[in-house]
């Protein structure tokens, strides 16, 4: 009898901690310690206004979600750009900016400093809320 509660304290515990690190994952968060990125670093010049700046991996299936997501709010803001870099193939990049899984989208102002990031899928609505927060 004391396995099965502890089955369930199990299951109850991981599936209050799946809910959690679901809720968690993809949620922009306000950098104050700020990097700066060139564009020579990317390679491709920087959004006049934002550049969110992916970091994807080959076999990562979040990073296409992340993608179609970006490109699809980019599309109608031409002062808003998405870039999309390969971690592996741009390690200096993504060890300076510490990027410890993929996909991780940063978020650049139009100097090329840090002022957000998201880890995992960032969610829609705090996209274009931030796209708000740094109208012109």
Same mark, same amino acid.
């Given at each position: 009898m004391s396995s099965f509660f502890l089955l369930v304290l199990v299951l109850v515990a991981s599936s209050i901690f799946g809910y959690w690190y679901q809720n968690k994952s993809g949620e922009i968060k306000r950098k104050s310690r700020q990097l700066e990125v060139s564009a020579e670093e990317i390679g491709q010049k920087l959004g006049t206004r934002l550049t969110l700046l992916q970091f994807s991996s080959a076999f990562c299936s979040p990073c296409r979600t992340t993608k179609v997501l970006l490109n699809? =709010?980019?599309?109608? $803001?031409?002062? *808003?750009?998405?870039?999309?870099?390969?971690?592996?193939?741009?390690?200096?990049?993504?060890?300076?900016?510490?990027? =410890?899984?993929?996909? $991780?989208?940063? *978020?650049?102002?139009?100097?090329?400093k840090e002022v957000g990031r998201a880890v995992g899928v960032p969610k829609r609505n705090q996209v274009l809320n931030l796209l708000e927060i740094f109208e012109i």
């Open positions: 699809d =709010l980019t599309s109608t $803001t031409p002062d *808003v750009k998405h870039v999309e870099i390969d971690a592996e193939s741009h390690l200096e990049l993504a060890r300076k900016l510490n990027i =410890l899984s993929t996909p $991780t989208t940063i *978020v650049l102002n139009s100097n090329g």
